[in-house]
C-alpha cells in the first residue's frame, strides 16, 4: 500500500537510533594491505590478515596468505566455515575438487581436512569466516591444538607490537 505522503527522507522508515553501546562498522578499504606488518605470521610461509574478530559471537574473518606449496594443516571445525578463494588455489586431500580463484566454499562441520597448496601456486589468499573453534589433528583425528577469535586477538597484539603498530592495533577489527 503506497503512502499518502511520502516520506522527507527515503531512509526514515530503515533508520533505528543508533544503540548507545554498538560499535562502529568496520569498513577496510585495503583488504590486501601493501604493509607487510599487517599480515600476521603463522609461520614462515603462513600469515594472516584479520578482517573481524567478534568476541561476542565467537568467529573471525580473515585473508590468509600462503607463501609455499605443500600441506598446509589437518584440521576440523564443530561449526561451518566460508571461504572465497582471491588469489591461488588450494584443495583438501579429502575432496577431489580445487579452490580458485573466485570459488566459494563452504566446509561442513565435523569433517577432518587437509589443506594442500598445489606445487605450481606461488601465493594463495583466501578470505575465510571461521565460526567458533579450529581443531589441529593429527591423521588419526587426535586434536594437537586449537585456534580460537581469543587466540587470534593474542596472535594480533603481540604481533603488532612487536612490528611497531602497538598491541592496540587489533582493537580496531575486535567486536
Known amino acids: 500500500m503506497p503512502l499518502e505522503t511520502p516520506d522527507a527522507d527515503e531512509r526514515t522508515p530503515y533508520q533505528l ?3 548507545q553501546d554498538a560499535l562502529p562498522e568496520i569498513v577496510i578499504p585495503d583488504a590486501i ?3 607487510e ?6 609461520t614462515e610461509t603462513v600469515s594472516f590478515r ?3 574478530l567478534n568476541r561476542s559471537q565467537g568467529y573471525w574473518m580473515n585473508l590468509l596468505r600462503v607463501r609455499q606449496s605443500g600441506v598446509l594443516s589437518r584440521h576440523r ?5 566460508h571461504g572465497f578463494v582471491l588469489k591461488g588455489r588450494w584443495h583438501y586431500l579429502e575432496h577431489d575438487w580445487t579452490a ?7 566446509e561442513s562441520p565435523g569433517e577432518t581436512h587437509t589443506l594442500v597448496v598445489p606445487d605450481d601456486v ?17 591423521p588419526w583425528g587426535k586434536t594437537m591444538g586449537y585456534e580460537d577469535v581469543f587466540t587470534k586477538i593474542e596472535m594480533c597484539r603481540k604481533h603488532y607490537a612487536s612490528v611497531g603498530l602497538g598491541a592496540d592495533y ?3 577489527f575486535v567486536r
Open 77 to 81: 571445525h564443530p561449526q561451518p566455515v
Open 17 to 19: 537510533p543508533f544503540p
Open 50 to 52: 584479520p578482517l573481524c
Open 100 to 106: 580458485e580463484a573466485g570459488s566459494y566454499v563452504m
Open 33 to 35: 594491505p601493501e604493509d
Open 122 to 138: 606461488d601465493e594463495m589468499i583466501t578470505m575465510f569466516q571461521v565460526n567458533g573453534v579450529m581443531l589441529y589433528v593429527d
Open 37 to 42: 606488518r599487517i599480515w600476521v605470521p603463522q
Open 170 to 172: 587489533v582493537d580496531r
